[in-house]
């Protein structure tokens, strides 16, 4: 679990970075769950761009009212 305060696309930069500190490696993740933002999408593209994406509830329920 990566938690993070930002919205920007850099955020997911930073996961990645992050991850790699601990001996993860972003081939290894076949999911992820992120928030609706555009910046968070874009920046999910390049590392995780054979990954499912799964889309938080409450944002897409926020969308959708």
Known sequence: IYATREKDEITIFRFT????KHKGNVND????SIDTL?????????????????FDKFHVIQHLN
Do not use: H, Q
Request: net charge negative; aromatic share 12%; charged share 20%.
């Open 38 to 54: 555009p910046a968070f999408i874009f920046g999910a593209r390049k590392p995780f761009s054979n990954v499912s994406v799964t």
């Open 17 to 20: 970075e992050e991850l790699s």
């Open 29 to 32: 993740i076949s999911e992820i």
